[in-house]
């Protein structure tokens, strides 16, 4: 059972936008920054986004974070076939004094 | 261009020890954390404990399930990281990867993995 939750799996077809929640509480989300990265199939995960809303260099503005209290989500706009992938939402957790992570979402691009 | 390539996995019984390296190239590995985090098959990201950089004392966290029996270290003239896997159960078959941990002081509740290792798979069974 992993500490932050997210939905298992989204679906979109493409050049939708689609969203994608984690939900944790007030000592992981609500007192840190949420993280996203973007796990395509076989391969290492990805930072998409980084200290809630940031992209890293090279990393399309189709993808946005944002986060609101507890609750964080990662939107996708202009979905694309090579979006199709897990989705990892991360933060750190102040009791358990540790990186907590969901359980992820499989985004398939119908 | 930054680079972390795991090595070490592999089987191991239960009660046995493994030891996983993480060689970094690209960019000066002293300078950062280094975290690593694990992934069961078919399952979701587990996050398993940190090395601070020698600025921030070199120090180590570990997750509640592996205190005790993963240890993290690093040799930074040899660009080199070190998770010795002690103890091992059967809960512990996963990927491991090794991230880069980008810190801005010593507490890592404002730090975060930037770059991953591709990870190198252990699989813990008699």
């Known amino acids: 059972q992993s500490v932050l939750t997210q939905p298992p799996s989204a679906s979109g077809t493409p050049g939708q936008r689609v969203t994608i929640s984690c939900s944790g509480s007030f000592s992981n989300i609500g007192s840190n920054y949420v993280y996203w990265y973007q796990q395509l199939p076989g391969t290492a995960p990805k930072l998409l986004t980084y200290r809630n809303t940031e992209r890293p260099s090279g990393v399309p503005d189709r993808f946005s974070g944002s986060k609101s209290g507890t609750s964080a989500s990662l939107a996708i706009s202009g979905l694309r076939s090579e979006d199709e992938a897990d989705y990892h939402c991360a933060a750190w957790d102040d009791n358990l004094s540790g990186w907590v992570f969901g359980g992820g979402t499989k985004l398939t691009v119908l | 261009e930054v680079h972390l390539v795991e090595s070490g996995g592999g089987l191991a019984q239960p009660g046995r020890s493994l030891r996983l390296s993480c060689t970094g190239s690209?960019?000066?590995?002293?300078?950062?954390?280094l975290s690593w985090v694990r992934q069961a098959p078919g399952k979701g990201l587990e996050w398993v404990g940190l090395i601070r950089s020698e600025a921030y004392g070199g120090t180590t966290e570990y997750a509640a399930s592996v205190e005790g029996r993963f240890t993290i270290s690093r040799d930074d003239s040899k660009s080199i990281a070190y998770l010795q896997l002690n103890s091992l159960k059967t809960e512990d078959t996963a990927v491991y990867y090794c991230?880069?941990?980008?810190?801005?002081?010593?507490?890592?509740?404002?730090?975060?993995?930037?770059?991953w290792g591709q990870g190198t798979l252990v699989t813990v069974s008699s």
């Open positions: 690209g960019f000066t590995l002293g300078d950062y954390g």
């Open positions: 991230t880069r941990f980008v810190m801005f002081s010593w507490s890592p509740d404002t730090a975060y993995s930037d770059y």
